[in-house]
């Protein structure tokens, strides 16, 4: 079976590359992006499986961005998870309205984090 | 990229430039306070400073930086207004954490209080809640200290709309099956007729019974993403074997809320069984019954499993006993055949369903019936070990013996009519197969020889592979042997499998030597008949230099098999089912066009076909369109032409007499529904016959 694609939207390189080098240990492709524009703009030039996205970044915030993404037809079902801190209550229910699947709460280990792609990404 | 990841690093790099960023936007706001793009890039830094910081271990940067993150919050929301003393503030705050980023250390905690205290005094009344470390959807670490598995009732029915926020149901039920043993039952109930369904919606709901030994915070947390847009209950349910015994299915439909007490009062004072009776009566839907059923079930063996591990209830039983509770199974499902046959002649509905349930009863006891005499085949591997041991000193080769799949189960005959032809094989491999310690050392092997025993299940077959490292059979010889011996002639081209099941036949033997062990060619032939004998089939793979496996295809048990009825002339034959690829017709056409050449062109590949007619020498004209059964047996694969097709039969094989015990092309008989004897036809042979025949024409 191909590689599942997993698309890492974030504005902090360190966490790019975390997400990056442990989905990809465990055998996920990964695709990053810097912000939510440069994030819808991959999703649409390349086909993904999942998405793991930051809430706040410039240009577009991870809310609009998903918001954007559920509108896309090959978007419709794709899982789209956010990664919030604990004290963001209020966005993880507006992400939830904009359509994401599930959240990631930081800080999060490799483990939490490969839990939750498993339990979205046959 | 030589150098390790390590994100920590990637931090510190990314912390430098966010904090040089921060103080170029706070510098740019005292000039322009009201720009919100800079408040909200000023957020974003600490955001970011915070968040990333907590992820790789600055735990004292992320909490301060918190404090300062909540007040730009509140800038963000308009509830304060950016002043010279909070971008000072800030400017020092943002100071304060490079300090806390390169040498967390030596920070100065009076400091550090300070200026959280300006930041308080800047927005008084909304101070920030320390910063909790507490993470919603970290998968808690399973707890082994509760060791006894708890059972659950889990029932879940999505939102609509759930498959449009990217979740698939199905793979949080998966994750529910990775907890322990799960029995899901989906309730449809709510399905939409076909023109009315959308296809982006889901509709299915489902009653899951889990019994696992982690905690019930693993459930909740398989269901993390969801439970708020479903409806989900998760309770646990009992399974001491005293309450089980207790709780009926209108009980446990009463108890999950699914039937009112009085419903099931009224059912069961109307002795019919009380699920029938009120899906009939529309008060439960027959979902919902089937569940509670399914629950009722799952309990039970989780009940039974510990009872059974606490008294580890065996009983030793004379194996004739089994041997005739099979026969009178056998003999059940033939009796059930024919009540099947008269249900269905006299069209009575009320019969159909008991000779239906007679039916299903007698399946399941042929089942059970069947496990009770299956047998671990490591009884049989066992006694080999003698074998090797005295086999090997005698030739003067060292040999070890390897097994694996002991546990595998088969029919208790057939592991007994096993042991003669796995000692033929083995003691082969040892002899003709193995080099000896100074042969082996000189090609580089390891002095000590090995042989590998091994079974497996395959669907309904088990696979029995005898395999040795030793120096493969001689291609050369088996087929100067052939030729001598007039069953091949000189430069035909053949197949390995082809050239390799020569060793099968009588009085053949390459062996230079005859040894008291063998190199007399009897043996191989045995080997080969009593397998046919077992209905199986053997394959042989050889490697010059690196050893030989044979392969033993067995079928699970003897007595009763799947059966494809057909029809040749007035006859009814059978044609065991696992040997059957698939029916096609021929048509009158086709027919004129094979001619005399009985091959047919099956999407393009060329199958020979055998009309049994023909071979049964019927009198009479043929259908219209015959049709073609494809059977196969190992590799090959050939065509019978039949009159009809009827359908599949349970088949209680019965031995043929002792007059046509050694007629050809049949391997038994059953008893049919009216009574009559079909006889069960012999694939391998009409295959062997097939190709002899062909054989014979090509050379004529």
Not at chain 1, 81 to 88: C, F, N, P, Q, R
Not at chain 2, 287 to 307: I, M, N, P, T
Not at chain 2, 327 to 356: F, N, T
Not at chain 2, 415 to 434: F, K, M, Q, T
Request: charged content about 25%; aromatic content about 4%.
């Amino acid at each position: 079976m191909a590689k599942k694609r997993i698309l890492s939207v974030d504005d902090s390189a360190s966490i790019r590359q975390m997400v990056a080098f442990t989905l990809e240990t465990a055998g996920y492709e990964v695709v990053t992006a810097n912000d939510g524009q440069d994030g819808l703009d991959r999703a649409k030039s390349t086909s993904v499986d999942m998405v793991i996205t930051d809430l706040n970044m410039p240009r577009l915030s991870g809310i609009d961005m998903i918001k954007q993404l559920r509108t896309l037809p090959a978007f419709k079902f794709v899982p789209i998870v956010m990664l919030t801190t604990e004290s963001e209550e209020r966005k993880k229910q507006e992400g939830r309205a904009a359509g994401a699947t599930g959240w990631i709460v930081k800080p999060f280990n490799p483990d939490q984090l490969l839990a939750v792609v498993k339990k979205l990404v046959s | 990229m030589a150098q390790a990841i390590d994100p920590a690093n990637t931090f510190r790099q990314e912390a430098v430039e966010l904090l040089a960023q921060l103080e170029t936007t706070l510098l740019d706001l005292e000039k322009a306070p009201d720009d919100r793009g800079l408040v909200d890039t000023v957020f974003r830094a600490l955001h970011t400073l915070k968040g990333s910081g907590a992820m790789f271990g600055w735990d004292a940067l992320a909490a301060f930086t918190h404090h300062v993150e909540t007040t730009y919050d509140l800038v963000r929301r308009n509830e304060l207004k950016v002043s010279k003393e909070l971008v000072a503030l800030t400017l020092a705050a943002a100071d304060h954490i490079r300090v806390l980023l390169d040498t967390p250390d030596q920070a100065d905690k009076v400091r550090q209080n300070a200026l959280l205290a300006s930041f308080r005094d800047l927005a008084p009344g909304r101070a920030s809640a320390p910063a909790k470390a507490a993470a919603t959807a970290k998968p808690k670490a399973k707890t082994s200290s509760d060791d006894d598995a708890r059972t659950f009732r889990i029932r879940f029915r999505p939102g609509r709309d759930i498959m449009q926020f990217g979740t698939n149901p199905l793979l949080l039920l998966d994750e529910l099956r990775d907890l322990g043993t799960c029995t899901v039952t989906p309730i449809t109930d709510a399905v939409p007729p076909l023109e009315e369904i959308d296809p982006t919606a889901c509709y299915l709901a489902w009653d899951v019974v889990l019994t696992t030994k982690a905690p019930r915070s693993a459930i909740d947390d398989v269901f993390i993403f969801v439970a708020d847009q479903s409806d989900l209950a998760i309770e646990e349910i009992p399974t001491d074997p005293e309450a089980v015994r207790e709780r009926r299915l209108g009980e446990i439909l009463v108890e999950r809320g699914d039937a009112a007490p009085a419903d099931v009062e009224e059912g069961l004072s109307r002795q019919e069984r009380l699920g029938n009776l009120l899906v009939k009566s529309g008060k439960v839907s027959g979902d919902r019954v089937a569940s509670a059923l399914v629950e009722q079930q799952h309990v039970r063996g989780v009940a039974k499993s510990k009872e059974v591990t606490s008294s580890a209830a065996t009983i030793r039983v004379p194996a004739e006993r089994l041997d005739s509770l099979m026969d009178q199974v056998g003999e059940l499902v033939i009796a059930q055949a024919r009540l099947m046959q008269q249900a269905m002649s006299l069209a009575d509905p009320l019969l159909k369903s008991i000779s239906e349930d007679i039916e299903r009863l007698a399946s399941e006891l042929r089942d059970t019936t069947m496990t009770i005499r299956m047998l671990p085949i490591g009884t049989l591997f066992g006694r080999f070990r003698r074998v090797v041991h005295d086999l090997s000193n005698e030739l003067g080769k060292s040999v070890e013996l390897a097994t694996e799949g002991e546990e595998t189960e088969l029919d208790k005959t057939v592991i007994e009519s096993l042991n003669d032809p796995l000692v033929h094989l083995i003691r082969n491999a040892i002899d003709h197969g193995v080099e000896d310690a100074r042969q082996r050392q000189a090609l580089g092997k390891s002095p000590t020889a090995r042989v590998l025993l091994s079974a497996v299940h395959s669907g309904a077959q088990v696979l029995i592979t005898i395999e040795d490292d030793g120096k493969g059979l001689n291609r050369a010889a088996i087929r100067a042997k052939a030729e001598e011996k007039g069953l091949l002639s000189p430069g035909q081209e053949l197949s390995d499998t082809e050239l390799f099941s020569f060793i099968f036949h009588p009085g053949f033997s390459t062996a230079a030597a005859v040894t008291s062990v063998s190199g007399r060619g009897v043996g191989m032939d045995v080997v080969k008949r009593t397998i046919d004998g077992l209905r199986g089939t053997i394959d042989i793979a050889s490697t010059a230099g690196k050893g030989t496996a044979i392969t033993l295809k067995l079928p699970l048990t003897l007595a009763i098999i799947d059966g494809l009825l057909i029809r040749v002339g007035g006859e009814i034959y059978v044609v065991p089912l696992a040997a059957v690829e698939e029916c096609v017709e021929l048509t009158r056409e086709q027919d004129h066009r094979s001619a005399g050449r009985s091959f047919l062109n099956i999407r393009g590949e060329i199958v020979a076909f055998i009309r049994l007619r023909q071979l049964f020498e019927v009198e009479g004209e043929p259908e219209a369109i015959q049709k073609v059964v494809i059977v196969t047996f190992g590799e090959a694969r050939i065509g019978l032409v039949v009159d009809q097709v009827i359908g599949q039969h349970q088949t209680v094989i019965k031995s043929l007499s002792r007059l046509h015990r050694d007629l050809e092309g049949f391997s038994g008989a059953t008893i049919l529904g009216d009574g009559s004897v079909a006889l069960i036809l012999d694939i391998p042979h009409l295959i062997t016959f097939a190709r002899d025949r062909e054989t014979m024409q090509r050379a004529s």
